[in-house]
């Protein structure tokens, strides 16, 4: 196929009912930047003898050299299907689980996708994976299953076998949609189950589930792939050839004079032909009939393969005039057998003919965007659509209809920031020169070249330092001058010499409603934006003016500077996009950190946030070789954030400059990126970090040689106890059972802190529910401060009332009892797997509930007190004592809290005030003052006045040489929580991954998947009972693993640790005399 000018392209791009815009998933190396290469191909982009060699969409040097995919690059291609010409804006992505990120930026802005399967390996972990993710965006999938000349050429495969091992890849992959099917609709069908639920006293026995109810009921026919569906095509990308049944269908439907809808529907299964009675008919496995796709399809293919590999020219030759196509001399005389395959099959079964097709029916177009997935985009966190402002809700027509009128909200997805260089841009590229520019250059030259030869005859001799040396130099400086000016009129729009090396950020994204313009204002939504808090913060609403709006958080006004057709490698410029296409836009970069939503209106909400199946795990410090280049380093790791979008970087308290990245691989591509692009610095890289929790366990029940502990080692233990008791400070009071009580410096309050383990479950739920408690404390934060709380929807009230009913659930028992009821913070960051629980008399507070009525100004008087205590609890949650790492599964419990003194003090601090006051007023002020009820009929906006003259000698009293008491407080609070942790077993706990194993033949892939577990070992253990002595001796020499873990980790942060370099060290003897 010719390949099409950018006028083609924006002509396609107008007619959005025949856009299609999908992306290629698969598992690393099943070929999916082959097939890409193929579908390329077919646009004339690329030959098609390069395609599969050449990989065009891998543009990185890494991507080549490595062999895989590493980022996300869209290409826009032309296919034409009788007189329907349809646009194909076509993905390819990554398969390497180290940058399934890139795969989520992809599916966020397709409508379908082409998943690849490798014939030979079958469905592998990362199939799994996209096919998830596809799910999960709600984006039709159709199946290709590549590779096919692996069974024929390596495996040696009969046409049976092949046909039987096929069958059982669509079999497990069809396994896989029926489990995302079925815990979909057991999802839809228990919501449906929990919403009529009004009375909370029924009788649980009376809900009798039937979990398979609605599995019947509902039609799934349509999520299977099936050849005789059209969902499917098989393929060779490498060999340039691929088939659907449809198109065998077409051609023996003529020869053998059965209608093609039989042959569609017989084609795939277990169906012979009978020719005789010209009637196809199902196998008869004891007579050993061949099945239709093993006789018709297989076998011809086979029989190709065999004859060319084995060199037979005759037999070549006879298949290549049945199939009426022919086949250039240098392909006929080639040595490689693959290059002949290539060439034959090519014009017989050409790939993009069969694949284009099958998307092109299959696939929906913008059009046919479901309300359900409309809804999904729409509502973030815990919002339910019904929620929302009915002007935002009224988008929901927008997107559906996927306009471009000019009264179309604009809305536009990014959902990446890549980075090129500025001289790729097409605006920075110097265009062709024209006949008249080109002539006029010969003529200048041949001016330069007579200039020259005459100066160099006879006028160089006669003067030779003057003259001759202004005749030299004219041709020489200033000619050129006057070449640089054509040059620079040549260019619209040179890069300034200090941009050469510099990269530019390009939007990946996509239009979902309304034509995007170059030049056009445009609100960037962040994804905390609400449009309700634009309602409360603009008066006038949605229908305010534009130009002179209020500051809003997390909403900010920009053009549209530049917009790109992105065509692999290439860019080119576009004046306008219209709705359902994909597009680059530039200019963002100082807006739009990762991905962001763009929209004409502030009515539109963010959308939901792009779901990553791998977490970010290594870690690694990075600093400068040279410390003065520490400016282009931070400028470096800021522009690597914006162009991955999984990459995390962080400044830990130590000062550290931390990469977070997936793997391996992507570690090494960012570090890459860090030194030649981004900072262009040498950098030094540490090991990798590997992040711990510290938790503490119940005593354990026997010994390190599991012997139980006994009576026979309780002395042993006990004069232990006393050495480890004599390590905590004075005025610090420690129980037998842990209770650690203690005062503040200036002694007006007295606290008692318990550190109890959460059960496994419990910790579970709290991490699972982050997202949940975090909302829970805005809740709170904002009803605290007076805001209006009735904003809460009904379906987040829920959830914190299931949450609440998970947690009683799990902590039963005597020393849990009421817990879940006292609840006060979450830590550390307020939303993390520890609790404090708040059991002290006169001082309650809980996270369920918010302060109302008269315990309201109660709990007034103690807000600052309950805040210092809260704050004392997150920073001993945010860094525990053994390695300053954060704590996981702890509950402290705050058992006293005794104020009295503080209270007294506040008392004769407001009786000093009032007397003072009474001092200085007159006597004849006095009567209005002198009694109770005169002070009780004063207004209440007099009471500001006269806690504003408290508050100085209040606050003057409280502060004293030990500071601010609240600073006090939380210092207390702190010391309290980590020695309450000290005095229990303290255990580290380290990020375990569970693999799942997945073995075909000699490939071996897997999954990883975070979870953290306990090291079991105690890293202050020394040896106690004469067993353990004799087993481990006196110093206990074997290594104590958690002790190493915990030892590195405060070496690396430059704490105190406690080891001997050299024991019983003796001079070395040697057996001879000394000479």
Known sequence: MVLHSLDKMIQLQKNTANIRNICVLAHVDHGKTTLADCLISSNGIISSRLAGKLRYMDSREDEQVRGITMKSSAISLHYADGDEEYLINLIDSPGHVDFSSEVSTAVRICDGCIIVVDAVEGVCPQTQAVLRQAWLENIRPVLVINKIDRLIVELKFTPQEAYSHLKNILEQINALTGTLFTSKVLEERAERENEPQGDPHSDPGEHVYDWSTGLEDTDDSHLYFSPDQGNVVFTSAIDGWGFGIEHFAKIYSQKIGIKKEVLLKTLWGDYYINMKAKKIMKVDQAKGKKPLFVQLILENIWSLYDAVLKKDKEKVDKIVTSLGIKIGAREARHSDPKVQINAICSQWLPISQAILAMVCQKLPSPLDISAERVEKLMCTGSQAFDSLPLETQALKAAFMKCGSEDTAPVIIFVSKMFAVDAKALPQNKPRPLTQ?????????????????????????????????????????????????????????????????????????????????????????????????????????????????????????????????????????????????????????????????????????????????????????????????????????????NQADPCVQILIQETGEHVLVTAGEVHLQRCLDD????????????????????????????????????????????????????????????????????????????????????????????????????????????????????????????????????????????????????????????????????????????????????????????????????????????????????????????????DLSKFEELGASDKQSVEQSDLVKEGPGDGETCSGDSGSQELPAGHAEPFEKRASPKAESSLTDCYGPFSGQLIATMKEACRYALQVKPQRLMAAMYTCDIMATGDVLAHSVAFSPKIIPSDPFWVPTTEEEYLHFGEKADCENQARKYMNAVRKRKGLYVEEKIVEHAEKQRTLSKNK
């Open 674 to 897: 860090l030194k030649e692009r981004f900072a262009k610095i040498q950098i030094s890289v540490s090991e990798p970090i590997i992040p711990f929790r510290e938790t503490i366990t119940k005593p354990p029940k026997v010994d390190m040689v599991n012997e139980e502990i006994g009576k026979q080692q309780k002395v042993a233990v006990i004069h232990q106890t006393k050495e480890d008791q004599s390590r905590i400070p004075e005025g610090i009071q420690v129980d037998s059972d842990g209770l650690v009580t203690m005062t503040t410096p200036n002694k007006l309050a007295t606290l008692s802190v318990r550190a109890m383990p959460l059960p496994e479950e419990v910790t579970q739920i709290l991490e699972e529910n982050s997202d949940l408690i975090r909302s829970m404390e805005q809740l709170m934060s904002s009803s605290n401060e007076g805001k209006n709380t009735q904003m809460i929807h009904q379906k987040t009230q829920e959830k914190i009332w299931e949450l609440k009913g998970k947690l009683e659930q799990h902590l039963t028992g005597r020393k849990w009892r009421n817990t879940v009821d006292q609840i006060w913070s979450f830590g550390p960051r307020k939303c993390g797997p520890n609790i404090l629980v708040n059991k002290s008399e006169g001082f309650q507070n809980s996270v369920w509930t918010a302060p109302a009525g008269k315990a309201s100004q109660e709990a007034s008087r103690y807000r600052d007190v309950g805040n210092s205590l809260v704050s004392g609890f997150q920073l001993a949650t945010l860094s525990g004592p053994m390695c300053e790492e954060p704590l996981m599964g702890v509950c402290f419990i705050l058992e006293k809290l």
């Open 436 to 640: 008249e520019e080109m002539a006029q250059r010969r003529e200048r030259a041949r001016q330069r070249h007579a200039e020259k030869l005459a100066a160099a005859q006879g006028l160089a001799p006669v003067d030779p330092t003057a003259d001759g040396h202004a005749l030299e130099t004219s041709p020489e400086a200033e000619d050129p001058k006057g070449d640089e000016l054509q040059v620079a009129s040549m260019t619209p729009k040179p890069v300034p010499q200090e941009g050469n090396n510099q990269e530019t950020f390009i939007a990946f994204a996509r239009v979902f409603s309304g034509v995007a313009r170059r030049g056009k204002k445009i609100f960037v939504l962040g994804p905390k934006y609400s449009p309700v808090e634009f309602l409360q913060r603009v008066p006038l609403g949605f229908s305010a003016p534009l130009e002179d709006l209020p500051p809003v958080p997390h909403l900010a006004c920009c053009s549209l500077e530049q917009l790109y057709l992105l065509m692999g490698r290439e860019l080119e410029d576009l004046e306008e996009v219209p709705p359902g296409n994909v597009l680059g836009i530039g200019g963002l970069q100082d807006f739009v950190l990762k991905s962001a939503t763009l929209c004409s209106l502030p009515s539109c909400p963010p959308f939901i946030p792009l779901s990553f199946e791998a977490t970010p795990i290594v870690r690694v410090a990075v600093e400068p070789k040279h410390p003065s280049e520490m400016p282009q380093l931070v400028k470096g790791m800021k522009l690597l």
